[in-house]
Antibody
Framework: QITLKESGPALVKPTQTLTLTCTFS??????????VGWFRQPPGKALDWLAL???????RYSPSLKNRLTITKDTSRNKVVLTMTNMDPVDTATYYC????????????WGQGTLVTVSS | DIQMTQSPSSLSASIGDRVTITCRAS??????LNWYQQKPGNSPKLLIY???SLQTGVPSRFSGSGSGTDFTLTISSLQPEDFATYYC?????????FGQGTKLDIK
């Protein structure tokens, strides 16, 4: 069974850096064709893709957020970390990670999500 | 960026109805289109990938079709557990844009 779980602060202040960790089980990021993606969903709004990392360390970022995002993996510990700098209240959202399939750029399953509020 | 437009934005239907949701891309994306289901308070679930391939474990009443710019998700006979919001997502190029969602509720 594949599971993913997001962790990180529930509240960050404007201008701070957000660090989120996706801890997963049931697959390995050393397996060809496998990746982990990050997404967010502001309250009541649609989903946005943020970043993606594959088994071969191929890293992909949303062009509009590229300058603020960094994605890394720790294959031995089954973790993927996303950092987002210069947080703003508009970044308030539920953040999700999900397993990615290289061939189709499809994402499943997803973690339960973690709500991050940006406020002073 | 590729823009993804879903229609309708909301839809009311009854148990047993056949329902179709459409998704249009602002440029050709071949068959690089995924469909997700999201129930309130839950995370998204992949239903269809590559426009028409059914994800493992997803009931066969769900189907997808289309290529290029126009795509459809069809639910052949609505079940109570199908009332949710549905999103299309292009997987052709970054930023892998999602549609705005179609909320399906009970008539």
């Amino acid at each position: 069974q594949i599971t993913l779980k997001e962790s990180g602060p529930a509240l960050v202040k404007p201008t701070q850096t957000l660090t989120l960790t996706c801890t997963f089980s049931g697959f390995s990021l050393s397996t060809s064709g496998v990746g982990v993606g990050w997404f967010r969903q502001p309250p009541g709004k649609a989903l946005d893709w943020l970043a993606l990392i594959f088994w071969d360390d191929d890293k992909r970022y949303s062009p509009s957020l590229k300058n603020r995002l960094t994605i890394t993996k720790d294959t031995s510990r089954n973790k993927v970390v996303l950092t987002m700098t210069n947080m703003d209240p508009v970044d308030t959202a539920t953040y999700y990670c999900a397993q990615a399939t290289y061939l189709w750029n499809s994402f499943d399953p997803w973690g339960q999500g973690t709500l991050v509020t940006v406020s002073s | 960026d590729i823009q993804m437009t879903q229609s309708p934005s909301s839809l009311s239907a009854s148990i047993g109805d056949r329902v179709t949701i459409t998704c249009r891309a602002s440029q050709s994306i071949d068959n690089s289109l995924n469909w997700y289901q999201q129930k309130p308070g839950n995370s998204p679930k992949l239903l269809i990938y590559a426009a028409s391939s059914l994800q493992t474990g997803v009931p066969s009443r769900f189907s997808g079709s289309g290529s290029g710019t126009d795509f459809t998700l069809t639910i052949s006979s609505l079940q109570p557990e199908d009332f949710a919001t549905y999103y299309c997502q292009e997987s052709y190029s970054r930023p892998y844009t999602f549609g705005q969602g179609t909320k399906l509720d009970i008539k």
